[in-house]
């Protein structure tokens, strides 16, 4: 995790807020050190996570988690982390016929199914083990991404309905969090994508949204970071809060200052 | 917890050549060298393969995309197990040569080559492919070997010589670092027909194989699709690319060429109608190609023409789901033919994308303008901006 980013979202794995949907977004860049900074803040706060990582293989965040400090291949031993690995299972979906549905099950069908499967997957990975003793403090979804689900030929209404059933098992009913990236595709008029976007937005109670800068390419200011915070329950009698801040994307860290204060223009 | 079962550890399907992947985890996502805290990833270490080098930031391990100069923007090479996705340039004239300069840097490197058209017979493809430029060490040698021997047997022995110049150098049993990684090629020549023969290729035509009725999978992809992914699939498990078969010779790569993926020819309609019915069909097949390709040890060359595709939304997602993107932009036929800034190119180059794979970071080019131009015998890729400044009478 980044320690400059808890610092501006005002949180430590400590002390983190319960029952919250965060919605990661990139414009025009790449935003995936966000969802690099999660995965490693939930892991160091001892939450039970599961990982649907749809976009890269698990070595990859794995090679990147130890630079973060934490052993993704370690919490996958002991249990602490459920890592369902979207490019493998696709494979084994298409090329052979499994018995039990699969998390991915829609990729065999010809028309637009549903997500159910992936929901019973993420369902029975964060249910609360009866052991007796509570060795997790609280689960937390992790989603990268949802723009490769409406390039698999999920609706946008099956994605929102998916989220849906996810945030009201994982987040009202278990107490944890979710955090979800999904890709902003600007003046691609990609409409799926937008609805998907949207409709995220009005739910989720945190957005970070990273985005090239309007100028374009800068060495030492990879993008602008722009943080929300909503309260999508309570009637709207105070104000959003948002703040903005430039980043520079580091080997093992990422600093922030704010706009036009980059150490190297200083 | 079945699902999760069943991704973890593939128990219980014999045979499958995803399973044995997955137990051999034979990505080349891996750090070279063992690593400081436990891990059950105990795969082999990776032998050197010849025409491979690993990624100075990372230790990824990297292969030549045929132009040297491509090479270093992408920050060293393609790595294996990635897409790279070049969109083509409106006449179709210099991507087919990007396309070839992969083919023949995997026949040079000795490189198992899968090459896929809807257009073209693939050993058409590869009657084309340019020939490798010797370079003066090499000429040296083979005007050193002229010399020691006699006139009638000199020419068999030129020959000999020669081929030896250009094969790569495998045989040694020094390290396979010491081949050259990323050769020149000569675009007004051909490949020699020995080379090609010696090389081993496997070709997938359209045409004759959606008559053949091989065991179609159920799948909302369009047959064509279905039956390329069926057939890289077979390539990469009969002979070992994803480590299914330990007791075969030393490992290689599958450098993998697609031509013209979703023209109309391969049966999609995406750049027929804005919202046709397989819209679907081409996001989905690139990315069961990536899961592919991320458990295997091959790298993927595909030219699309993105310029015909209707809807701006499939390009953006076809863009996503790759790691590489590329573009083209000629300069036939547009107003830039004419303008002097641009009289010594022929076109620009765009770098849309490149991957940040097991890092946060990657190694983009701080040139950002780039153009290309085809001389006689080279295709050079150069940032342009230099030209302003080169105005032989301004005064200032």
């Not at chain 2, 959606?210 to 039956?227: A, F, R, W």
Request: proline fraction near 4%; include cysteine.
């Amino acid at each position: 995790m980044f320690v400059e980013l808890n610092n501006l979202l005002n949180t430590t794995p400590d002390r983190a807020e319960q029952g919250k949907l965060t919605l990661l977004c990139d414009a025009k860049t790449d935003g995936s050190f966000l969802v690099h900074h999660f995965l490693s803040f939930y892991l160091k706060a001892n939450c039970k996570v599961c990982f649907v990582a749809l976009i890269q293989s698990f070595s990859h965040y794995s090679i990147v988690g130890q630079k973060l400090g934490v052993s993704l291949t370690m919490a996958r031993e002991r249990g602490q982390l459920v890592f369902l690995e979207g490019l493998k299972s696709a494979v084994d979906v298409v090329f052979q016929a499994q018995k039990e549905p699969q998390p991915l099950q829609f990729l065999r069908e010809a028309n637009a199914g549903n997500l159910k499967p992936l929901f019973e997957f993420v369902r029975e990975a964060l249910k609360p083990v009866d052991s007796g003793e509570a060795r997790w403090t609280y689960p937390v979804l992790l989603v990268d991404d949802l723009s490769v689900l409406l390039s698999l030929g999920m609706g946008a209404v099956a994605v929102l309905d998916f989220i849906h059933y996810c945030r009201a098992t994982v987040c009202w009913e278990l107490k944890g969090n979710m955090v979800v990236l999904v890709h902003d595709s600007g003046d691609a008029e990609d409409e799926e994508n937008d609805i998907l976007l949207n409709g995220l937005s009005h739910q989720s109670h945190l957005i970070l949204r990273a985005e090239g800068l309007a100028t374009g390419f800068c060495r030492d200011v990879h993008g602008q970071l722009r943080i929300l915070w909503r309260r999508p329950s309570q009637s709207t009698a105070q104000r959003d809060q948002s703040f903005t801040y430039q980043y520079k994307i580091q080997d093992k860290s990422v600093s922030f200052f704010a706009k036009g204060m980059s150490p190297a223009v200083l | 917890m079945a699902a999760v079962a069943t991704c973890d550890s593939v128990a219980g399907s014999t045979g499958s050549a995803v399973a044995t992947a997955s137990k051999r985890n034979v990505t080349s996502f891996q750090k070279r060298g063992p690593r400081a805290s436990g891990t059950n990833d105990s795969g082999p270490r990776l032998v050197s393969i010849a025409g491979t080098r690993p990624s100075v930031r990372n230790g990824q391990l990297l292969v030549s995309t045929g132009l040297p100069a491509l090479d270093q923007l992408l920050g060293g090479g393609l790595a294996v197990g990635t897409v790279l996705l070049i969109e083509e340039d409106k006449y179709n004239i210099y991507s087919p040569l990007l396309f070839k300069y992969f083919l023949a840097e995997g026949i040079v490197n000795g490189h198992t080559l899968l090459v896929a058209s809807a257009k073209e017979d693939p050993a058409n493809i590869l009657q084309e492919l340019p020939a490798p430029l010797l370079d003066d060490k090499c000429k040296k040698e083979f005007d050193e070997d002229v010399y020691n021997h006699k006139t009638p047997e000199s020419n068999i022995k030129m020959k000999i010589a020669w081929r030896y110049q250009l094969l790569p150098k495998m045989e040694q049993i020094g390290p396979v670092s010491s081949s050259r990684f990323g050769h020149y090629y000569d675009a007004s020549k051909r490949m020699p027909q020995e080379l090609i023969e010696a090389s081993n290729w496997h070709g997938f035509f359209l045409p004759e194989k959606i008559s053949s009725t091989l065991k179609v999978e159920p799948c909302s992809l369009t047959p064509g699709y279905t039956k390329l992914l069926q057939f890289i699939q077979n390539i990469i498990y009969e002979e070992g690319f994803d480590g299914s078969n330990p007791q075969k010779k030393q490992r290689n790569i599958l450098r993998i060429g697609i031509q013209n993926l979703g023209s109309p020819l391969w049966g999609d309609d995406i750049c027929c109608a804005e919202n046709g019915g397989n819209s679907h069909s081409l996001t989905k097949f690139l990315y069961v190609l990536r899961g592919l390709l991320r458990t295997s040890l091959s790298a993927c060359i595909i030219t699309m023409p993105t310029h015909l595709i209707q809807n701006k939304a499939i390009i953006a997602r076809v863009t996503n789901l790759s790691d590489i993107v590329v573009g083209l932009e000629s300069f036939i036929g547009s107003e830039r033919e004419t303008n002097p800034l641009y009289k010594d190119y022929h076109g620009l180059i765009h770098i849309r994308q490149i991957p940040r794979l097991n890092n946060l970071i990657c190694d983009e080019s701080d040139v950002k303008d780039l153009a290309f131009k085809l001389k006689r015998k080279l295709f050079t890729i150069e940032g342009w901006r230099k030209s302003l400044w080169s105005f032989p009478n301004l005064k200032i």
